[in-house]
């Protein structure tokens, strides 16, 4: 009989440890649907309420051989080159040590953690693949709840507003380094009591409860105020509630037209 933890079953709150997954990739490209990684980070942190053991910690950091060469549009961010891979393994070769981490963990955190996701499930699907969304904590949504106001809610920006790299060590846009600024912001985020939550469920289902949208990112009001827009022309509001894509994919967009038309369901 296999005893083994399993990531997707793992309650999350039914004990005193929570073992958490921080992770980053470095990759050779902004499209998560044909980017491949060319570096990769993962860090498991045990806590006991929201108390690190730092002592329990697990690392394991890698160059990785991409599908692709990496342009150099890519190396201008992360300062990785092609010479560098050469003789790194492939992502595959990596797949029982990322395995055995992944098995372990209760949560699994990273900033805009669905694009990362997104190319870990196609190149190591039997890890990745089939993930649920009550384990995935995206420090990305996390301050855009927090701090909605502020001009940008990148990693590196976040890093230097809240000092989060005074105890790290290493070069932005490298994997390990941002995946331990990751773990940073979210330490400082339950140190200071910003988010009234328990247990790390808790902090879970607070990241995906719904954003509020205030600018279009698409259509013929692209880059307008979604509140503006609602009081100028409600009919395209509505349509927008009608179009089965919109839920689908623009969820929070979908939450927040929801809120500006008063409405609290489509057939309201």
Known sequence: MNNEPDLFTNALGNGKMTRVLFLDTETTGPDPETASTCEVAFLL???????????????????????????PEASAVHHITNGMLEGKPAISDLKEEIGALVRQADILCAHNLP????????????TFGGREAGIQLDSLRL?????????????????????????????????????????????MVLS????????????????LSPLEVKVFSFGKYRGKLVED?????????????????????????YHT???????????D
């Open 257 to 267: 037209i929801l809120e500006k038309t008063g409405r609290k369901e489509v057939g």
């Open 143 to 187: 301050a855009r709840h927090l701090w909605p106001l502020i001009p940008s809610h990148s990693l590196q920006a976040l890093r230097y507003r809240f000092q989060l790299d005074s105890e790290i060590q290493g070069d932005a846009h490298r994997a390990m380094f941002d995946t331990e600024l990751v773990r940073s912001l979210v330490e």
């Open 115 to 126: 694009y990362d996701l997104c190319i870990l499930a196609r190149e190591l699907p039997e």
């Open 229 to 253: 827009i609602a009081a100028q022309d409600r009919d395209y509001m509505m349509w927008l509630l009608k179009q089965k894509w919109v839920p689908q994919d623009y969820p929070d967009l």
């Open 45 to 71: 942190s045990t806590y006991e309420g929201f108390s690190r053991l730092p002592e329990a910690d697990e690392r394991l950091g890698s160059l990785v051989l991409p599908a692709d060469p990496v342009p």
């Open 192 to 207: 200071r009591g910003l988010v009234d939550v328990e247990e790390w469920r808790g902090l879970v289902d607070y990241t």
